[in-house]
């Protein structure tokens, strides 16, 4: 009896291992994050900060004119250097129309 259950048994798993399989394999782009490299821009010395405590209101009014315009050009910087870190990744993808396909 155990040796028919057996017998039958090993013929269930050569069944198995008889059949053909089929195996297809997909590509799924999926995104992943990566980390941003872009270098922060170093933040200039703005013209106020060098001032002496004595300066007159033309001296202030002239560092605080000339300020604005660094702190323009730095905000440039940094809007710039934050746009390169949201651009999307764009990987090569392969040509329409073609799979992978693993022979059995």
Do not use: W
């Not at 995104?31 to 010395?45: F, S």
């Not at 730095?74 to 040509?95: F, S, V």
Request: aromatic share 2%; net charge neutral; charged share 25%.
């Amino acid at each position: 009896m155990k040796t028919a259950i057996a017998l039958i048994a090993a013929c269930a798993l050569l069944v198995g291992c008889a059949s053909k399989t089929h195996v297809e394999i997909q590509r799924v782009n999926v995104p992943i994050p990566v980390e941003c490299k872009e270098p922060v821009p170093a933040r200039p010395v703005m013209p106020t900060e060098g001032l002496p405590t004595a300066a007159s209101l033309d001296q202030f009014a002239q560092a605080a004119m000339a300020e604005i315009e660094r702190r323009e050009g730095y905000e440039g910087e940094l809007l710039a250097a934050l746009e390169n870190c949201r651009k999307p990744i764009n990987p090569r993808r392969p040509d329409a129309g073609t799979t992978t396909k693993s022979k059995p």
